[in-house]
């Protein structure tokens, strides 16, 4: 790195691991104020100071540092990493991945019976793996325990900075912050705060993104780059053309069928119960699939949810699918008006609505949803228009297009993922390639 350095006369800049986090939410957000969160499993800051939990503000293109925690002020993302493995017996990293989703599924199911013991985790851990394994019951119990200590420690400390700073703007990153259940329950529990805003991407793959933003602007003194959705946009992955589509179908002539097609078609497969991947643009950065890589299907069919999870996803039962919605409906549809463009924050949706997209509610009665905006996503949000005016629901299941591996990211992952699924069709919409599987 040194001999680059010196060849072009570059300097080296090293930030901490926090502050990069809480950069990449504030610099995305178009917060001109905003406290700064960022909560992980660890990480170390400037100076090689250990934190899990820092607190910042965001003023104009400056961040100043407020606080950091100790790891053991903040346990939570150590102890879903630990739970999530000893007694949940789920995958935390490659090449399943982390699974802390679901647990955080199962929490729903269940009651806070054990929150007490969460506090001494150390001590009470192999109790709680035998009261796991008691029942299915019982395991759901112990996820929500764990839930509720979380969101009990996690707004305790936050509570003071948000009242005692005056803070109503609210940037979250940090691993932690992918708890959507927890995010969602804010505005509630801190009532000063009246707008959220979540990285799209929180976890570490976020760092390098937070880094150069924060050379960028704080650093070098760059104006921020706010409302012009550049700064919002997920959709950094590289495009594939036409012929790159067209020569990857070529491979597969035996096994598919391919032909011209628009989106009032592909609606109409919709509304007839089938099941559509879908692909073009960039990919998504970022954990969800929010429109560019996604898997569509009709949220008002009550038995969709068990048919993608098993069929598609091969995933347990009680995972939720989540709903795409266009911006401007989520007042009608959600309690609460807060938008959430990267499928970030689970809130309520309302009681009369629930019955109408029963694919895509969770038991507790929430929904993670996408809040689709037509300069973020103009195809999605057009996609949506025309689906409300055959449905009259501006609202998709949309769940990422993979099967138990990363999300496609090629034209030739997305058709071979398409090939070994009972997905009904793929949709490359940049080109409106439709392709069918031969029987
Ligand atoms: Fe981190």
Same mark, same amino acid.
């Given at each position: ?216 602007? +704080?650093?070098? *003194?760059?104006? %921020? ?5 550049? /700064?919002? =946009? &997920? ?126 509610? +969770?038991?507790? *009665?929430?929904? %993670? ?5 037509? /300069?973020? =996503? &103009? ?61």
């Amino acid at each position: 790195m040194n001999q680059i350095l010196t060849k072009n006369k570059g300097e080296y800049y090293e930030f901490g691991h926090h502050l990069a986090h809480g950069a990449n939410a504030f610099y995305t957000s178009n917060f001109d104020r905003a406290l700064i969160v960022a909560i992980d499993g660890f990480g170390n800051e400037e100076g090689k100071v250990p934190t899990t939990f820092t607190i910042d503000e965001g003023l104009g293109n400056k961040i100043k540092r407020i606080q950091i925690f100790n790891p053991n002020q903040m346990p939570i993302g150590r102890i879903w990493n630990l739970s999530t493995k000893w007694i949940f017996g789920l995958s935390v990293g490659p090449p399943h991945g982390g699974q802390e989703g679901t647990v955080m599924a199962m929490a729903a199911l269940g009651e806070p019976k054990y929150t007490e013991l969460f506090k001494e985790f150390d001590k009470n851990h192999p109790e709680l793996i035998r009261i796991a394994k008691i029942s299915e019951k019982e395991k759901f119990n112990v996820a929500a325990s764990l839930q509720e200590y979380s969101e009990n420690l996690f707004f305790a400390h936050l509570k003071n900075f948000v009242n005692g700073l005056k803070h109503e703007n609210i940037c979250l990153s940090g691993g932690v912050t992918l708890n959507c259940v927890m995010i969602g329950k804010l505005k509630q529990r801190i009532t000063r705060i009246k707008n959220i805003f979540c990285d799209p991407v929180p976890y570490d793959a976020g760092l390098a993104l937070g880094s150069a933003r924060y050379l960028w602007h +704080h650093i070098l *003194g760059n104006k %921020r780059i706010s409302k012009t959705y550049l /700064n919002m =946009s &997920p959709y950094l992955g590289r495009k594939y053309a036409k012929s790159e589509v067209l020569k990857s179908l070529s491979a597969f002539k035996d096994k598919v069928f391919v032909k011209n097609s628009k989106d009032d078609e592909v609606l109409e497969k919709i509304a007839d119960q089938k099941i559509v991947a879908v692909f073009g643009g960039g990919s998504e950065s970022g954990r969800r699939a929010l429109g560019n890589r996604s898997i569509l299907a009709d949220p008002r069919n009550p038995t969709m949810k068990d048919t993608i999870n098993q069929k598609v996803k091969h995933r347990a039962w009680y995972r939720p699918l989540a709903p795409s919605i266009l911006e401007e409906e989520v007042p009608e549809w959600f309690e609460d008006t807060q938008l959430s463009p990267y499928m970030s924050i689970a809130t309520k949706v309302k009681k009369e609505k629930q019955k109408l997209i029963p694919a895509v509610v +969770h038991f507790d *009665g929430t929904a %993670r949803l996408q809040s689709v905006n037509k /300069n973020l =996503s &103009p195809w999605f949000y057009g996609f949506i228009s025309k689906w409300k005016d055959i449905s009259g629901i501006p609202i998709l299941i949309n769940t990422s297009f993979n099967d138990n591996e990363p999300i496609v990211e090629t034209p030739l992952d997305a058709i071979k993922c398409f090939l070994k699924t009972q997905i009904d069709y793929l949709y490359f919409f940049d080109f409106g390639i439709l392709v069918a599987k031969r029987s």
